[in-house]
């Protein structure tokens, strides 16, 4: 499975890279906004330096919801770097845009997935990743695990390549439920990725360790 960080905060995506388990980067308009990020020219740059961190695919957010100012946008985004992934919203617009895009050769994320007739649509369409909302559901009261899980199903029925991108992933649960569930790729904030590492034993057989070899040394 492959590890996303979900954030546009440059101090995050470098610290998950440098901890050599990143594959790629997401963001959306507001995780853009959260860092300050505004105006067209500021936020192609930003993407930029992203890419510069970053190994791997980074998804770019079109803004436009029509089918020509998807492309627009979209052939923009491309042209800035070649691991940008075009993220286009789950519209019918949006599936118009994702079909010229697969058939340039031009990487995209479908995003705001929250059903499997959604994900389906997508992957018709040739979308290189869907991005069904985990969270987001969880938040609703309906199971977005369950939703991974179905989707993951469906695309193995039809040996589809569209690949599972997991999203609104909060915490390091999720991501092992994910991993359980077969998804391809999980995004995530920094806290979740680095929450994978945690556990209280660890912390107390690593002091234990170090005591017993200080007392030995001494
Ligand atoms: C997906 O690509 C989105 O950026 C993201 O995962 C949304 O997460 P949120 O529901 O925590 O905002």
Redesign the pocket.
């Known amino acids: 499975m492959k590890f996303f960080i ?1 954030t546009a905060n440059l101090q995050h995506i470098r610290e998950a890279q440098d901890l050599g388990i990143l594959d790629g980067v ?3 308009p ?2 853009m906004a959260k860092e300050g990020i505004t105006g067209h020219d500021n936020i192609l740059k930003h993407y930029q330096a992203i890419c510069e961190i970053a190994d791997g695919d980074v ?1 770019a957010e079109v803004i436009s919801t029509d089918f020509e100012g998807m492309v627009r946008e979209g052939e923009a985004l491309a042209a800035l770097h070649e691991n940008i992934v075009v ?1 286009i919203p789950m519209i019918k617009d949006g599936i118009k845009a994702l079909k010229h895009f697969s058939s340039k050769g031009i990487k995209t ?1 479908c ?1 705001l997935i929250f059903n499997a007739g959604q994900a389906l649509m997508a992957a018709k369409a040739g979308a290189t990743y869907v ?1 069904p ?1 985990i ?2 559901l969880d938040d609703i009261s309906f199971d977005g695990m369950d939703l991974i899980a179905q989707i993951v199903h469906i695309y193995q029925n039809y040996g589809i390549k569209t690949q599972v ?1 997991a ?4 915490n390091n649960l999720h991501i092992v439920k994910c991993a359980e569930a077969g998804a391809d790729v999980i ?1 995530a904030p920094l806290s979740a990725i680095t929450g994978l590492l945690k556990h209280p034993l660890t912390d107390i057989g690593l002091a234990q360790f170090l005591a017993d070899h200080a007392k030995g040394n001494s």
């Open positions: 979900d997401t963001t959306n507001s995780l998804s993220k994320n995003t991005s909302f969270g987001r991108l999203a609104s992933v909060r995004t």
